[in-house]
């Protein structure tokens, strides 16, 4: 009876607001395939927050700069230098259909390109000067975003007492800004389990984030204070932004330089604080500066580091502990070259950090290069260089100990057809704290490889995406105790006949060497994995939306049994058209022989966040989500989810352990704009 209350009490709040239509996905299926692959996925409510700020207030393209066209996730670099070229030399846009005439537009990058852009033709010209106080306060925008779960389950850990406050997660953002010239705002989240003004959280959350950011203030072009985030190059020294790697996409196989950024995420390890400041020193040429203080989670025995810690949870003692156990300090400097007219851009990045104590981790055999001491720097040379359909792009690191090498070739066949080569070299002992770069692995060292790809229209309504990446480890990994190598092959065809219907196939074969478990490493096997995927979208009106997805895994290592798994996700969601009322409901069911067969499936979450579920064994997953918002400004979302287990009657292990074979939670999340 309380989960059926709990949902008619959801059901009566969303009735009492009205609703509009959300934009649909922004890329989620590129986020969808790194999830997969186990990548520690940099994209957060910062990221799906700013493109979301991009639907609701589009950029003009007569006035847009090179900075802001490059943060759209499916534009190419390519695409991104004609656009700005065409404007260039024809002059301002009349229409968003001059588009088709600019070179390496074709029609799909078009369409997912027009939700975030228009042509104003009465207001042009770039941004000048930081517009007055008066008209910031009087026509900015105001933002609270509130979100809290609430599980219907009981975990090990609350029933013996080890965690020290209520099961209930809560967040609560507020923001406010005047277009890109100035963003402020304070975020405080309490995990489940933590507890609330009370113990070591005696100021409410655990974790508070605040920043401002402004832009344009003449050739101060940015300035950080508080929490923010830093991109420069290709990530080899500084990425802790969105960079979505491998994909069956090549825009989204190339990092983004985001410069400065602010961090407003409820993230508490994947930001700096403190000051960064960009200035304008001449016509091409741009210097940055920062400086950033940080208490850390972690911890210290015999007053050294033995370990990091990164989640951000502290619901035991254990956990309490941790809490800013040490500090980091860092500080640095970017210096960048830009020539609009050639195309060129050369950077030169340097950072400079230590901890206030010695970092002394147990390294086991696979982690003895991984870092450690006490003071740390990296140094880095980036460019970007296009000719004609040739663009080429590159960094060089150098750390304490080791470098890094990534060079990447662009080659624009036609406006259909385009290639792409990467090879990038990390050594194994190349140390660098902040860097997030393209690398099978999740840091760019001990990686040797090569990545070939190639993106198609042969035909109208088809695109068709191959690529090849072959690798090598010059050390140890985890579960490998020897050098190793692998290859990995990816295809995918895309059948888009109508803007109501598209369908697309893919398969994935992933070749690498594992020690087999129970051996301690002295039996090591080359293991083979499968994925194959099937889906198909369905549009057949404007307030239907009909997605079907099968998933098949086989997951084997030579000579030993194999293991399979598969899943079918169904989504559907309807927008009333008389009342603007919108739900999606998505059911799941899944069946895999062990963890290496698990399977995933997307799921349509809150507002700036992107959930995707691993499964492995046998069960079903459901859930409803709905959403109502009252005009511009009040949103309520509420999302319902239960997964049931038919092979186990206990679910997880440890403190997390739950008594039962299912688990249900509800996220309720309001957001208020003035």
């Given at each position: 009876?309380?989960?059926?209350?709990?949902?008619?009490?959801?059901?009566?709040?969303?009735?009492?607001?009205?609703?509009?239509?959300?934009?649909?996905?922004?890329?989620?299926?590129?986020?969808?395939?790194?999830?997969?692959?186990?990548?520690?996925?940099?994209?957060?409510?910062?990221?799906?927050?700013?493109?979301?700020?991009?639907?609701?207030?589009?950029?003009?393209?007569?006035?847009?700069?090179?900075?802001?066209?490059?943060?759209?996730?499916?534009?190419?670099?390519?695409?991104?230098?004609?656009?700005?070229?065409?404007?260039?030399?024809?002059?301002?846009?009349?229409?968003?259909?001059?588009?088709?005439?600019?070179?390496?537009?074709?029609?799909?990058?078009?369409?997912?390109?027009?939700?975030?852009?228009?042509?104003?033709?009465?207001?042009?010209?770039?941004?000048?000067?930081?517009?007055?106080?008066?008209?910031?306060?009087?026509?900015?925008?105001?933002?609270?975003?509130?979100?809290?779960?609430?599980?219907?389950?009981?975990?090990?850990?609350?029933?013996?007492?080890?965690?020290?406050?209520?099961?209930?997660?809560?967040?609560?953002?507020?923001?406010?800004?005047?277009?890109?010239?100035?963003?402020?705002?304070?975020?405080?989240?309490?995990?489940?389990?933590?507890?609330?003004?009370?113990?070591?959280?005696?100021?409410?959350?655990?974790?508070?984030?605040?920043?401002?950011?402004?832009?344009?203030?003449?050739?101060?072009?940015?300035?950080?204070?508080?929490?923010?985030?830093?991109?420069?190059?290709?990530?080899?020294?500084?990425?802790?932004?969105?960079?979505?790697?491998?994909?069956?996409?090549?825009?989204?196989?190339?990092?983004?330089?985001?410069?400065?950024?602010?961090?407003?995420?409820?993230?508490?390890?994947?930001?700096?604080?403190?000051?960064?400041?960009?200035?304008?020193?001449?016509?091409?040429?741009?210097?940055?500066?920062?400086?950033?203080?940080?208490?850390?989670?972690?911890?210290?025995?015999?007053?050294?580091?033995?370990?990091?810690?990164?989640?951000?949870?502290?619901?035991?003692?254990?956990?309490?502990?941790?809490?800013?156990?040490?500090?980091?300090?860092?500080?640095?400097?970017?210096?960048?070259?830009?020539?609009?007219?050639?195309?060129?851009?050369?950077?030169?990045?340097?950072?400079?950090?230590?901890?206030?104590?010695?970092?002394?981790?147990?390294?086991?055999?696979?982690?003895?290069?991984?870092?450690?001491?006490?003071?740390?720097?990296?140094?880095?040379?980036?460019?970007?260089?296009?000719?004609?359909?040739?663009?080429?792009?590159?960094e060089a690191a150098l750390g304490k100990h080791g470098y890094a090498l990534l060079n990447r070739l662009e080659?624009?066949?036609?406006?259909?057809?385009?290639?792409?080569?990467?090879?990038?070299?990390?050594?194994?002992?190349?140390?660098?704290?902040?860097?997030?770069?393209?690398?099978?692995?999740?840091?760019?060292?001990?990686?040797?490889?090569?990545?070939?790809?190639?993106?198609?229209?042969?035909?109208?309504?088809?695109?068709?995406?191959?690529?090849?990446?072959?690798?090598?480890?010059?050390?140890?990994?985890?579960?490998?105790?020897?050098?190793?190598?692998?290859?990995?092959?990816?295809?995918?065809?895309?059948?888009?006949?109508?803007?109501?219907?598209?369908?697309?196939?893919?398969?994935?074969?992933?070749?690498?060497?594992?020690?087999?478990?129970?051996?301690?490493?002295?039996?090591?096997?080359?293991?083979?994995?499968?994925?194959?995927?099937?889906?198909?979208?369905?549009?057949?009106?404007?307030?239907?939306?009909?997605?079907?997805?099968?998933?098949?895994?086989?997951?084997?290592?030579?000579?030993?049994?194999?293991?399979?798994?598969?899943?079918?996700?169904?989504?559907?969601?309807?927008?009333?058209?008389?009342?603007?009322?919108?739900?999606?409901?998505?059911?799941?069911?899944?069946?895999?022989?062990?963890?290496?067969?698990?399977?995933?499936?997307?799921?349509?979450?809150?507002?700036?966040?992107?959930?995707?579920?691993?499964?492995?064994?046998?069960?079903?997953?459901?859930?409803?989500?709905?959403?109502?918002?009252?005009?511009?400004?009040?949103?309520?979302?509420?999302?319902?989810?239960?997964?049931?287990?038919?092979?186990?009657?206990?679910?997880?292990?440890?403190?997390?352990?739950?008594?039962?074979?299912?688990?249900?939670?509800?996220?309720?999340?309001?957001?208020?704009?003035?």
């Amino acid at each position: 009876m309380k989960y059926i209350s709990s949902l008619f009490i959801v059901l009566c709040l969303s009735f009492c607001l009205s609703a509009q239509n959300t934009a649909p996905g922004l890329w989620l299926e590129n986020l969808e395939e790194l999830a997969e692959e186990g990548e520690d996925l940099a994209w957060d409510e910062d990221d799906l927050e700013e493109l979301d700020f991009r639907l609701h207030t589009p950029l003009d393209l007569n006035s847009v700069i090179r900075h802001q066209l490059e943060q759209l996730p499916f534009l190419s670099e390519g695409q991104v230098e004609n656009i700005l070229a065409y404007i260039y030399i024809h002059g301002p846009m009349k229409s968003l259909y001059e588009l088709q005439l600019v070179e390496g537009m074709d029609r799909r990058t078009i369409g997912l390109l027009q939700p975030f852009v228009r042509v104003d033709t009465v207001y042009g010209g770039r941004p000048k000067h930081f517009p007055a106080l008066r008209n910031v306060w009087r026509y900015g925008k105001h933002e609270v975003l509130g979100r809290f779960d609430v599980p219907f389950y009981q975990r090990k850990g609350y029933t013996e007492g080890d965690y020290l406050g209520p099961a209930l997660y809560h967040s609560l953002r507020y923001s406010f800004r005047y277009g890109d010239y100035l963003q402020a705002g304070v975020t405080g989240e309490k995990d489940a389990g933590e507890p609330w003004f009370a113990l070591h959280d005696r100021k409410g959350y655990d974790h508070y984030s605040y920043y401002l950011l402004l832009r344009h203030l003449g050739r101060l072009e940015a300035l950080a204070v508080g929490t923010y985030r830093l991109d420069y190059g290709q990530g080899l020294v500084l990425g802790n932004s969105f960079g979505l790697g491998k994909s069956f996409s090549l825009a989204t196989s190339r990092y983004r330089e985001g410069g400065i950024r602010k961090h407003g995420s409820t993230d508490e390890y994947n930001y700096f604080r403190g000051v960064a400041a960009q200035l304008g020193v001449a016509k091409n040429v741009h210097a940055s500066a920062f400086y950033s203080h940080r208490r850390m989670d972690g911890t210290v025995e015999d007053g050294h580091i033995v370990s990091i810690y990164k989640t951000g949870l502290h619901r035991t003692q254990a956990e309490a502990g941790k809490m800013h156990a040490f500090t980091l300090q860092m500080a640095g400097g970017n210096l960048t070259y830009e020539n609009t007219l050639l195309p060129l851009r050369v950077g030169l990045t340097g950072i400079y950090y230590f901890f206030d104590r010695p970092y002394r981790p147990n390294l086991r055999t696979y982690a003895k290069y991984n870092l450690q001491g006490n003071r740390f720097y990296n140094l880095g040379l980036n460019y970007r260089y296009r000719l004609g359909n040739f663009g080429l792009t590159g960094e060089a690191a150098l750390g304490k100990h080791g470098y890094a090498l990534l060079n990447r070739l662009e080659y624009d066949l036609s406006t259909e057809t385009r290639l792409m080569l990467v090879h990038r070299l990390y050594t194994h002992d190349y140390w660098a704290l902040f860097a997030h770069a393209f690398a099978e692995g999740s840091a760019p060292q001990n990686e040797n490889g090569w990545y070939l790809a190639a993106e198609t229209e042969p035909w109208a309504h088809w695109r068709l995406f191959a690529s090849l990446d072959f690798f090598s480890f010059p050390w140890w990994r985890y579960r490998i105790s020897k050098p190793s190598q692998g290859w990995e092959g990816r295809f995918q065809a895309t059948w888009m006949p109508g803007e109501t219907f598209s369908m697309y196939a893919n398969y994935r074969y992933k070749r690498r060497d594992r020690d087999v478990t129970g051996t301690g490493g002295e039996v090591i096997l080359p293991t083979h994995h499968h994925k194959a995927r099937c889906r198909a979208d369905w549009h057949p009106a404007a307030a239907w939306r009909l997605c079907t997805t099968i998933d098949y895994n086989h997951f084997h290592s030579q000579g030993l049994r194999g293991s399979q798994g598969w899943q079918c996700t169904q989504l559907c969601s309807y927008t009333l058209p008389w009342f603007p009322f919108a739900v999606s409901v998505q059911g799941t069911y899944f069946h895999t022989d062990d963890y290496d067969a698990r399977v995933f499936a997307y799921e349509p979450g809150l507002l700036y966040t992107f959930y995707t579920p691993s499964f492995s064994g046998h069960g079903f997953r459901l859930s409803a989500r709905l959403r109502y918002d009252l005009g511009e400004a009040l949103m309520l979302m509420a999302k319902l989810g239960q997964t049931l287990y038919c092979d186990r009657e206990e679910i997880s292990s440890g403190r997390d352990l739950i008594a039962a074979n299912k688990k249900m939670d509800l996220q309720v999340q309001l957001r208020m704009k003035f």
